[in-house]
């Protein structure tokens, strides 16, 4: 778990030991991007109320958050779900991301401040020491938080919000369509060419990366159905 989940939780604790809402959330995100909660999984609220020890109205505030992250389906008078995207929004959801942070980084390509580039550097630099001991939480961590940098860095601020929601949307489908077997999505010293492109002002080069490297994840998506039978006590208690 990350530095900010032990505060938060710490927080919580402080607060009288109950969690709240945002903590549930970022529990079942996490639980969902580590594949622990396949597609289509059951979130009902009376259960996940009895693993967090909570009300009913705390369990809908998290969910009604995970809803609008597109990490679960809430429909009227019915269970929430993980969500299962299909083939097509899958591909157009990766199709969004290549134009946004494609346009975002030919952008900043030349403008960032060297504290900027040392910051993704860091990112890079973590996320490659984790998935070489087997740490495949920190690993995802650090890449979405490169990502996120870039987002929080556009110079269109409208660009930047997409592309921090489009980042979350394709980290849940490659974390819920990754090929059985494969332990993980790291692909080797792309985020330190990208890093490099953007420092030396290659704007077109960097696009080129971006789009090099989200293809490469489309490609390791395994988009047949999937069966599973689910403990949330045991993965989320």
Not at 99 to 112: K, N, P, R, Y
Not at 129 to 142: L, T
Request: hydrophobic share 40%; with cysteine; net charge negative.
């Amino acid at each position: 778990m990350s530095q900010a989940w032990h505060e938060e939780m710490q927080a919580a604790a402080q607060r009288g030991g109950r969690i709240g809402d945002r903590d549930i959330a970022d529990k079942v995100r996490r639980a969902v991007l580590m594949q622990r909660l396949p597609p289509g999984t059951k979130l009902p609220e009376v259960t996940l109320g009895e693993v967090f020890g909570v009300s009913r109205s705390v369990i809908r505030k998290s969910l009604t958050r995970l809803a609008s992250e597109h990490v679960v389906d809430q429909r009227p008078n019915q269970v929430a779900r993980v969500r299962a995207p299909g083939i097509e929004e899958t591909r157009e959801t990766f199709e969004a991301r290549r134009l946004v942070e494609g346009e975002v980084v030919a952008l900043l390509a030349g403008g960032l401040s060297a504290a900027t580039l040392e910051a993704l550097g860091g990112e890079a630099r973590e996320e490659t020491a984790a998935y070489r001991r087997g740490d495949e939480a920190a690993r995802i961590e650090h890449s979405l938080n490169l990502h996120h940098l870039l987002a929080e860095q556009s110079p269109n601020r409208v660009l930047g919000g997409l592309l921090t929601d489009l980042v979350l949307r394709t980290s849940i489908v490659v974390a819920l369509y990754k090929r059985s077997g494969l332990a993980s999505c790291y692909q080797e010293a792309q985020h330190d060419r990208l890093i490099a492109l953007l420092a030396d002002g290659e704007s077109e080069a960097a696009r080129r990366a971006i789009h090099d490297h989200l293809f490469g994840l489309e490609a390791l998506l395994d988009l047949s159905p999937r069966e599973s039978r689910i403990d949330l006590m045991s993965i989320l208690g």
